[in-house]
Nanobody, 125 residues
Framework: QVQLVESGGGSVQAGGSLRLSCAAS????????MAWFRQAPEKEREFVAA????????IYADSVKGRFTISSDIAKNMVYLQMNYLKPVDTALYLC??????????????????WGQGTQVTVSS
């Protein structure tokens, strides 16, 4: 059974940094790329960033460009999201997800095959 487990969330003040991690495991796990989404209370799930396991392809939401960096370690089956210059609007549950191909629809949650449970990020002003 495939599992994605996020960690690294917490509470920080505006301007601070956090590094999220996502560990992928399980039989039958097949993935071309990984992504981070976030979901604030009563809001829709929002795309944050995606990267191929090779690291050759990355995309970011405009709202996080220049502040967040997605990276992957294929040997460890780990994906990371380095978040700098955090703002209160970044407060959300952050989830990682896996997809089997690089498609034009990577910003759409239903494109993804597997999801983690999420890790909470809270940014105070």
């Amino acid at each position: 059974q495939v599992q994605l487990v996020e960690s690294g969330g917490g509470s920080v003040q505006a301007g601070g940094s956090l590094r999220l991690s996502c560990a992928a495991s399980g039989r039958g796990f097949s993935s071309y790329a990984m992504a981070w989404f976030r979901q604030a209370p009563e809001k829709e799930r929002e795309f944050v960033a995606a990267a191929s396991w090779s690291g050759s392809r990355t995309i970011y939401a405009d709202s996080v460009k220049g502040r967040f960096t997605i990276s992957s370690d294929i040997a460890k089956n780990m994906v990371y999201l380095q978040m700098n210059y955090l703002k209160p609007v970044d407060t959300a549950l952050y989830l990682c997800a896996s997809v089997t191909a690089w498609t034009p629809f990577l910003v759409t949650p239903r494109t993804y095959n597997y999801w983690g449970q999420g890790t909470q990020v809270t940014v105070s002003s």
